[in-house]
């Protein structure tokens, strides 16, 4: 469960409470219950690597805001925000997040591109991340919920190096979706060339 938080910086036109009461609205209570997890991670990672724990916990609340849309709803938004035209071959797996952020802006008035972008990015990452963009990225993949094989290592490379965690996170999920024969969206196979091909292992000797 997220511990409440008093928002002091005028990010957001809701109080923490209020905030949390607009995502339950959108989503189912598991679905909203993740959220809060993630939220809660994400705090802990961004106290522990100097980022502001207030944006870390606004974006990681509302990481998953747009996640039981209709597909309508993100098609019709591709087609009239001129958003990349690549995205309607792609589904909800990548709009969640990509076009998600769309409607968090039109709904919850929030501009912050800080926190927007580190929506939009957790679905797909990018070749260059904030270090918000991969405390969202791995507070999704590591909360306290989540099980399946490779977790716990993912966990402990995180708290070592943020940027381990995030080549380890998008080394798995490429190799998922090849082994599912799933098509592959661009930006993630950017994350991948970017991270894997210039971030280093923790434990090489070029690592520091």
Known sequence: MSKP???QEGLVPFSHTELMAKVAAQLTDSRYQHCLRVEQT???LAAANGVDVELASIA??????AK?????TFIKLIKTRGLDPELLLYGNGVWHGVVGAELIKNELGIKNEDILNAIR???VGAAYMTKLDQIV???DFIEPARDFPGVEQA???TAQSLAAGVRFQIQH???YLIGKGAPVYPQTLATYNAWVGHVPALGSKSNN
């Open 68 to 72: 039981q849309r209709s597909d309508a």
């Open 121 to 123: 990015r957790h679905t």
């Open 155 to 157: 966990r402990q490379l």
């Open 137 to 139: 990225f791995m507070a």
């Open 42 to 44: 994400a705090r802990q």
């Open 173 to 175: 999920t490429l190799a």
């Open 5 to 7: 938080i008093e928002y």
């Open 60 to 65: 990681g609340l509302l990481h998953d805001y």
